[in-house]
C-alpha cells in the first residue's frame, strides 16, 4: 500500500518518548555529544543568581554576561532546565538527573521565598506584573512596561519545569509549576479583553502552549482557560480566515503562538485551531522558507514568495526552526504527511546541524544565506541569546521526529542512526545507516514473538531514481512516488530486516520568485560553494566575489562533476564566472566564506549584465570592507547592542526591510564603533526621498555633519547617502553617539541601514 498519507483524526499517531530512542552514530550523534560537554560545563548557580537575587537570597554565584545580564535574564535557565531534562531521557546519564532535581529544588526555595507562586531573574519582573495586574498596561513588540519580553522568559521557565517532570519524572517541578501558574492566573484574572489583547502585542512566547499543558498534567481547567486567554487576536483570526499576514512580523514572535494553537486543538478537538496551524505551517514552509528550511531575513517574515531580495548575513533565525520543528512534529501526529518528515528532514540537516560549530560546538543565531557570506557563532559563556538557549534544546533532542506510532502502525519518519525500544509491543528497532552520506537503510527487527503490524517508511521527496525495499533478502514491490510513504503490514519475527535504498542526485532548486537565482542539492542534503577563507589579503580580493554561473540554464547539472572521494562533493566544470568553485554539504561549512544561492545567466544575458553586476557587487563589497560598525535600525538585538535611544520613535517595514524614523520633533540615537586613527565616514541608507528632504540633523558626539553624498543607489528605491565624519569628533576615542534629530515640527525619514566605514 503506497499513501501520501496514513490517517486522520485528532491524533492518528504519538510520537515515542525521547527515553524510548539513543541515537547511535552519524553527525547527529557527534553534535550531540558536543552539546553533552557544553550542558555539564555550564555552571547551573550563575544561571540561577538573579532568580536568588530577586527572590531576597544570596546568589551562590555570579550571574553569566550577555543576555543573562541584561533585562531578558533569567530565560537561559528555562532553555538549560529543558536541554538537561531531555539529555536525561537520551542518554540516561545520571549527572543531567542530578542537575535537573537541583535546579528545581533551587527554584521552590526562590518561590518559597517570595511567598506568592511568583519566581523569575527578571529584574522588576514582579514590579512589572503587578502594574499589569492592576490594569497598568504599556505594551509594543519586545516591550511590557518597561521591561524586556518578561513574559517571554516566564515561558521559558514554565517549559523546564513542564519537561523536568515530562522527561525525568520530577513531582516537585510540577508543583513548583503549579504554584507558578496560580499566580500568573492571578495576574490575569480581573483584566478585560481589551487589557489582554493589548498585553499581547509584546512578544509572550508558548504561553498558549505551556498552559494547556499544564492543564492537561495537572486536570485543572484554570490552567486551560488561561491558555485560551492567550490568543493574540489581530494575528490569529487572520490566519484562521487563511490570510497571510505574516510580512513584517517578528518571525520568531508568531511561531510558538502556533504551536500553542495546535496543542490547544489536541485537547480540545477545536477545528479552528487546527485549521490555523496547518494554514500556517502550509504558508510558512511553501512559501516563506529558503531552500535550507529556515525562514526570515533579519528576524522578520517578508511577502510571501518573495525571497530573491531578501539575502543577507541575517537569514534564518535559528530559533524559528527549532519552533517549526516542533509545530512540524504536532502535524505529524494529526495528518502523517509524508511533506511534513520531508520538511523536517530539510530542517534538521541543513539548517539545525548547519548551526553548531563540529569542534567548539558553538552554536548560530542567525545561518547566513549572503552569496559570500559565513556562519556567526555566538560564544558559549558571555552572549547566552534566545538561539544559544533554543540551540542546547536542538542538539538534546534528535530523538524527537523519528519514529511514530500506534495501536498496529510504527512509522519511521526520519533516517538517522539509532534505536527505538517499542515497549508497548516489546520490540526493539535498530536503524543501520550512514544516512545522510548514503541513502542505503537497514532496519532490524528484535523480538521475543512474532508479532503483526503495519510498518511505514517515507519515500522522501528528492528520491527522482525512486526508493528499493528489500524484506529479508527478497525485493518488496510498490509503486511509491516521491513524498509518500511506503506501508508494509504483516507479521514480523526476531531478525526481520528491511532494506532501503534511495539513490542519491544532485538536483537544482529555484527561488519562487527568480528562476535564474538557483541553489544545488544532493540527496537531502544543501551544497553550499566554498569560497575561502573568511579572511582575504587584499591582494586576493577578486577571490572574495561571489562567482555568477554562466550557462544555459537547462544544462547546468551537466556541468557538475563529483569528487571521486567524496560522496557530496562536486567540482564544478566551466561554469563558474570568474573562477569555479567546489560544491561541499551546507552543514560541514564552517569558517569558510560560502555562497547557497547562485545566479545563473546564458552567454548572451552575462554580457549584457556584467558591467552593471560587477560595478553593484564592488561597491557593496567595497563597503563592507571598510565597514568599521554596522547597525540595523528596527531589530531587537542590533539597537540594544549598539545602545539605542529615543523619544517619539517609530518604526515599520518598506520593501521588506526594517526600518526607524520619528514623529514631528522626535529624535534617536545609536553609539557605533571608529577608528579614531584613521578618517571615518557614516554611511545612511534611506529611500530617495531624501534627496528632497531637509528635516532633520544627524549628530556625531554633539557634532553636526555637513550634507552628505549618494554613494549607492539600490533597486532605483534606496540610497546609500555618505557623510564626512571630521577627525576631531573621533581622535582618542573607539565609540561616538550618532543622533537623528527632526527640526521643531518636521520629521526624521526613514532610516534602514547606518554603518561607519573608514576612508
Same mark, same amino acid.
Given at each position: ?124 519582573? &514582579? ?28 515561558? /521559558? ?99 510558538? /503562538? ?6 490547544? #486543538? ?78 523536517? =528532514? ?56 523519528? #519514529? ?30 550512514? #544516512? ?137 566544470? &566551466? ?34 549584465? =556584467? ?110 547617502? &555618505? ?19 527632526? #527640526?521643531?515640527?518636521? /520629521? ?12
Amino acid at each position: 500500500m503506497v499513501s501520501t498519507k496514513l490517517e486522520n483524526g485528532n491524533r492518528a499517531l504519538k510520537e515515542f518518548d525521547l527515553s524510548s530512542v539513543r541515537i547511535t552514530g552519524g553527525p547527529l550523534k557527534h553534535a550531540m555529544e558536543l552539546n553533552k560537554e557544553y550542558l555539564l560545563k555550564l555552571e547551573p548557580d550563575r544561571l540561577l543568581a538573579r532568580f536568588r537575587e530577586y527572590a531576597g537570597l544570596q546568589p551562590k554565584a555570579a550571574n553569566y554576561e550577555g543576555w543573562e545580564s541584561q533585562g531578558i535574564s533569567g530565560h537561559t535557565l528555562g532553555h538549560y532546565l529543558s536541554a538537561t531534562a531531555m539529555m536525561a531521557a537520551a542518554t540516561d546519564d545520571e549527572r543531567f538527573h542530578q542537575r535537573v532535581n537541583y535546579i528545581v529544588d533551587e527554584l521552590d526555595i526562590c518561590q518559597e521565598a517570595h511567598g506568592t507562586g511568583y519566581i523569575s531573574g527578571i529584574p522588576r519582573g &514582579k514590579e512589572i506584573f503587578e502594574e499589569v495586574k492592576a490594569g497598568d498596561i504599556r505594551s509594543q513588540g519586545f516591550d511590557l512596561n518597561g521591561g524586556w519580553v518578561p513574559l517571554y522568559s516566564i515561558h /521559558k521557565l514554565f517549559a523546564g519545569l513542564r519537561d523536568a517532570f515530562k522527561y525525568t519524572s520530577n513531582k516537585r517541578a510540577l508543583q513548583v509549576e503549579t504554584k507558578l501558574g496560580l499566580w500568573l492566573n492571578d495576574v490575569f484574572e480581573n483584566l478585560n479583553d481589551e487589557q489582554i489583547q493589548e498585553v499581547l502585542k509584546c512578544e509572550y512566547g508558548g504561553m498558549s502552549e505551556v498552559l494547556a499543558d499544564l492543564a492537561e498534567d495537572t486536570g485543572d481547567e484554570r490552567f486551560w482557560k488561561l491558555s485560551q486567554l492567550f490568543h493574540h487576536k489581530e494575528l490569529l483570526d487572520s490566519l484562521g480566515d487563511e490570510k497571510d499576514v505574516l510580512a513584517g512580523r517578528h518571525a520568531n514572535t508568531q511561531i510558538p /503562538k502556533i504551536i500553542g494553537t495546535a496543542r490547544q #486543538y489536541e485537547i480540545s478537538n477545536n477545528e479552528s485551531c487546527r485549521r490555523i496551524s496547518e494554514f500556517f505551517w502550509k504558508q510558512v514552509v511553501h512559501h516563506h522558507s529558503y531552500v535550507i528550511g529556515g525562514n526570515s531575513m533579519n528576524e522578520h517574515f517578508g511577502e510571501p514568495d518573495k525571497l530573491s531580495d531578501r539575502l543577507g548575513a541575517n537569514t534564518c533565525e535559528t530559533c524559528n526552526s527549532y519552533n517549526m520543528l516542533k509545530l512540524t512534529r504536532h502535524l505529524i501526529q494529526w495528518n502523517a504527511l509524508a511533506e511534513q518528515g520531508d520538511f523536517y =528532514e530539510r530542517v534538521l540537516y541543513n539548517h539545525i546541524l548547519a548551526s553548531q560549530h563540529p569542534q567548539e560546538g558553538t552554536v548560530t543565531y542567525f545561518v547566513s544565506l549572503d552569496m559570500g557570506g559565513h556562519k556567526v557563532y555566538n560564544s558559549q559563556f558571555n552572549d547566552f541569546t534566545c538561539c544559544v538557549g533554543t540551540g542546547m534544546e536542538n542538539h538534546s533532542s534528535y530523538g524527537n521526529g523519528i #519514529y511514530f506510532y500506534n495501536d498496529h502502525s510504527l512509522v519511521v519518519n526520519q533516517y538517522i542512526p539509532s534505536k527505538l525500544n517499542w515497549r508497548d509491543k516489546g520490540i526493539v528497532l535498530h536503524q543501520i545507516t550512514a #544516512y545522510p552520506d548514503k541513502g542505503t537503510i537497514k532496519l532490524l527487527i528484535e523480538s521475543s514473538d512474532a508479532k503483526q503490524f503495519s510498518l511505514s517508511v517515507r519515500c522522501p521527496y528528492w528520491a527522482e531514481k525512486g526508493m528499493s525495499v528489500k524484506i529479508n533478502g527478497e525485493t518488496y514491490n510498490h509503486n511509491a512516488t516521491p513524498s509518500s510513504f511506503i506501508t508494509m503490514d504483516r507479521v514480523w519475527e526476531n531478525g526481520d530486516t528491511i532494506e532501503l535504498e534511495i539513490p542519491m542526485t544532485v538536483r537544482v532548486e529555484t527561488m519562487n520568485d527568480n528562476p535564474n537565482r538557483i541553489a544545488f542539492m544532493n540527496g537531502p542534503l544543501v551544497l553550499a560553494g566554498d569560497l575561502g577563507p573568511i579572511q582575504q589579503d587584499e591582494s586576493s580580493r577578486e577571490l572574495l566575489y561571489t562567482p555568477v554561473l554562466v550557462t544555459n540554464k537547462s544544462t547546468v547539472l551537466k556541468n557538475i562533476e563529483p569528487v571521486s572521494e567524496n560522496t557530496h562533493q562536486f567540482e564544478m566544470n &566551466k561554469l563558474g564566472y570568474p573562477r569555479d568553485v567546489r560544491l561541499i554539504p551546507f552543514y560541514q561549512m564552517h569558517d569558510r566564506s560560502t555562497s547557497v544561492y547562485w545566479d545563473v545567466f546564458t552567454e548572451k544575458e552575462w554580457k549584457e549584465a =556584467e558591467l552593471s553586476y560587477k560595478a553593484s557587487v564592488e561597491k557593496e563589497r567595497e563597503l563592507q570592507l571598510r565597514t568599521v560598525d554596522f547597525v540595523q535600525p528596527g531589530e531587537m538585538q542590533p539597537e540594544r547592542d549598539h545602545e539605542f535611544e529615543g523619544e517619539h520613535v517609530g518604526y515599520g517595514v518598506q520593501s521588506n526591510r526594517k526600518y526607524r524614523d520619528t514623529w514631528p520633533s522626535g529624535h534617536f540615537s545609536f553609539t557605533l564603533k571608529v577608528q579614531s586613527c584613521q578618517q571615518n565616514h557614516l554611511v545612511v541608507m534611506y529611500t530617495k526621498e531624501i534627496e528632497t528632504m531637509k528635516s532633520f540633523d544627524i549628530t556625531v558626539d554633539g557634532v553636526k555633519l555637513e550634507n552628505g553624498q549618494v554613494e549607492l543607489v539600490e533597486l532605483n528605491t534606496f540610497v546609500q547617502v &555618505k557623510y564626512e565624519i571630521p577627525n576631531h569628533v573621533t581622535v582618542d576615542k573607539g565609540k561616538v553617539k550618532v543622533t537623528f534629530r527632526a #527640526y521643531e515640527g518636521r /520629521k526624521v525619514p526613514k532610516v534602514f541601514a547606518i554603518r561607519v566605514v573608514k576612508e
